[in-house]
């Protein structure tokens, strides 16, 4: 079986910060390309960042750059998303997805997907 699951979710004050972690089992992250999509009620999917395979190159969505930064360490099998800067408007439930491909991208073209972990910006 393979499995993304995401923690670091939870509930934070505007402005302030968390750090999303995304680990694979069931197979190694180091051939994947892997994404950061998240959805608000009554929104459309969203792409929020992606990262090569190797870490090389990343991808932002506009909403969110100069904010979150994406990581990876292959040898924890773990992708990391800190988020810094946090608006309400970053409210939603933020996904892991990944794909065998050398290279990123923000479209909903990914085969695994975690359930999700819940990020919510409110005073």
């Known amino acids: 079986q393979l499995q993304l699951v995401e923690s670091g979710g939870g509930l934070v004050q505007p402005g302030g910060s968390l750090r999303l972690s995304c680990t694979a089992s069931?197979?190694?992250?180091?051939?994947?390309?892997i994404g950061w999509f998240r959805q608000a009620p009554g929104k459309e999917r969203e792409g929020v960042s992606c990262?090569?395979?190797?870490?090389?190159?990343?991808n932002y969505g506009d909403s969110v750059k100069g904010r979150f930064t994406i990581s990876r360490d292959n040898a924890k099998n773990t992708v990391y998303l800190q988020m810094n800067s946090l608006k309400p408007e970053d409210t939603a439930v933020y996904y892991c997805?990944?794909?065998?491909?050398?290279?990123?991208?923000?479209?909903?073209?990914?085969?695994?997907w975690g359930r999700g972990t819940q990020v919510t910006v409110s005073s």
């Open positions: 990262i090569s395979s190797s870490g090389s190159s990343t």
């Open positions: 997805v990944a794909r065998r491909s050398r290279v990123c991208a923000l479209k909903d073209e990914y085969t695994y």
């Open positions: 069931g197979f190694t992250l180091d051939y994947y390309a």
